[in-house]
């Protein structure tokens, strides 16, 4: 009960539970996690599924490596000030959160932000060319399939990679990061201003970052993991 009223974030299931648990020190089983959280009702709230067909891809969309293929969509919020959208660009290997950005408007220009903001955070600027042999997974909005957008990202040198029609799990690494930053601030925060809104994203970002720790990286956070790719392409070269 500690550890969870200590997160930074809600939601955190039985396995990330059991991570805590070994990082504080204390080593047990996840099945005996999983069953004291069941007992006292403890476990993240679920959602139902429902049925599907066929798939239209049987790969996966994570990558091996930071910097290969990012993920990038919107959602939106009510402030003060009316609906503001929300634009997250995310890293398919690390799942760290590359850009953030919040507007009251939502057209193509807004939706570069993110992007942008990833490519001087991880290529360190703005060039023709400088972000060569990187894929952006987007949906099929009308920002993501404008002139202005796909110009904008072949002169950085980045592939544009839409989702599968009807298969919004294409774009998952993006859904699954605006879940949790719905759950863990959209949703339990009010904001006055747009501005306020966007400070808040930024710092959430840093937290998010450094803190929320991934199962498929042995319960590594995002920047761990990009900070131990880094150091191991510097000892290879």
Same mark, same amino acid.
């Given at each position: 009960?500690?550890?969870?009223?200590?997160?930074?974030?809600?939601?955190?299931?039985?396995?990330?539970?059991?991570? !805590?648990? =070994?990082?504080?020190?204390? +080593? #047990?089983?996840? +099945? =005996?996690?999983? !069953?004291?959280?069941?007992?006292?009702?403890?476990?993240? $709230?679920? =959602?139902?599924?429902?049925? +599907?067909?066929?798939?239209?891809? /049987?790969? &996966?969309? &994570? &990558?091996? !490596?930071? /910097?290969?293929?990012?993920? #990038?969509d919107l959602t939106s919020?009510?402030?003060?000030?009316?609906?503001?959208?929300?634009?997250? &660009?995310? /890293?398919? *290997?690390?799942?760290?959160?590359?850009?953030? $950005?919040?507007?009251?408007?939502?057209? +193509?220009?807004?939706?570069?932000?993110?992007?942008?903001?990833?490519?001087?955070? *991880?290529? %360190?600027?703005?060039?023709? %060319?400088?972000?060569?042999?990187?894929r952006l997974r987007h949906d099929h909005g009308s920002q993501y399939v404008s002139h202005d957008f796909q110009a904008e990202i072949r002169f950085f040198g980045i592939e544009s990679s839409p989702a599968f029609v009807r298969e919004p799990e294409g774009n998952g690494c993006a859904e699954r990061f605006i879940r949790v930053l719905k759950e863990n601030l959209l949703w339990v925060r009010r904001f006055d201003t747009v501005e306020e809104l966007r400070l808040a994203l930024l710092a959430f970002r840093q937290t998010y970052n450094q803190s929320w720790i991934i199962e498929r990286h042995g319960y590594r956070t995002p920047a761990q993991v990009r900070a131990e790719q880094a150091s191991a392409r510097l000892m290879a070269a």
């Amino acid at each position: 009960r500690q550890l969870l009223q200590d997160s930074p974030f809600h939601g955190e299931g039985y396995r990330k539970l059991w991570a !805590r648990l =070994r990082f504080a020190g204390i +080593r #047990t089983s996840r +099945r =005996r996690v999983l !069953r004291l959280m069941q007992a006292h009702s403890l476990l993240a $709230h679920q =959602r139902a599924g429902r049925p +599907r067909g066929s798939k239209a891809h /049987d790969g &996966t969309i &994570t &990558t091996e !490596r930071v /910097d290969l293929m990012w993920g #990038t969509d919107l959602t939106s919020v009510m402030t003060g000030e009316g609906q503001a959208a929300v634009f997250i &660009t995310v /890293d398919h *290997c690390s799942a760290e959160c590359v850009g953030i $950005h919040a507007s009251r408007s939502a057209d +193509r220009f807004q939706a570069l932000e993110p992007v942008k903001q990833a490519v001087r955070q *991880c290529h %360190g600027g703005f060039a023709k %060319g400088i972000a060569a042999g990187l894929r952006l997974r987007h949906d099929h909005g009308s920002q993501y399939v404008s002139h202005d957008f796909q110009a904008e990202i072949r002169f950085f040198g980045i592939e544009s990679s839409p989702a599968f029609v009807r298969e919004p799990e294409g774009n998952g690494c993006a859904e699954r990061f605006i879940r949790v930053l719905k759950e863990n601030l959209l949703w339990v925060r009010r904001f006055d201003t747009v501005e306020e809104l966007r400070l808040a994203l930024l710092a959430f970002r840093q937290t998010y970052n450094q803190s929320w720790i991934i199962e498929r990286h042995g319960y590594r956070t995002p920047a761990q993991v990009r900070a131990e790719q880094a150091s191991a392409r510097l000892m290879a070269a």
